[in-house]
C-alpha cells in the first residue's frame, strides 16, 4: 500500500471503478454512484489491494455504504 492511508487507497479504487470522486462519508450506494454492477469489479479490486477475501455474505449494503463502512469491513478481514 506504500504507506498511504487505507481511506485514501479505498477513494481512489471507487473513483477508478465509477469514475466519481467520493468523500469518507458519501453515500455511494444510496446516491448511485456504486451499482451492482460495480461492486463486483468494487470487490475485485479491493481484495487485490487489500489481500482479504470479501465473501459473498459480506456484500451487504452496510459494508459498503460509505468509504469508512468499506474500510471497517477490510479491517475486519485482515
Request: no cysteine; charged share 30%.
Amino acid at each position: 500500500m506504500e504507506g498511504r492511508p487505507m481511506k485514501e487507497k479505498i477513494k481512489e479504487i471507487i473513483e477508478d471503478v465509477t469514475g466519481e470522486a467520493v468523500e469518507d462519508t458519501t453515500e455511494i450506494i444510496e446516491e448511485g454512484i456504486l451499482d451492482s454492477f460495480d461492486i463486483v469489479t468494487l470487490v475485485i479490486e479491493l481484495n487485490d489491494a487489500f489481500g482479504v477475501k470479501i465473501q459473498v455474505s459480506e456484500l451487504l449494503p452496510e459494508n459498503f455504504a460509505n468509504v469508512l463502512a468499506i474500510e471497517k469491513l477490510i479491517k475486519s478481514l485482515q
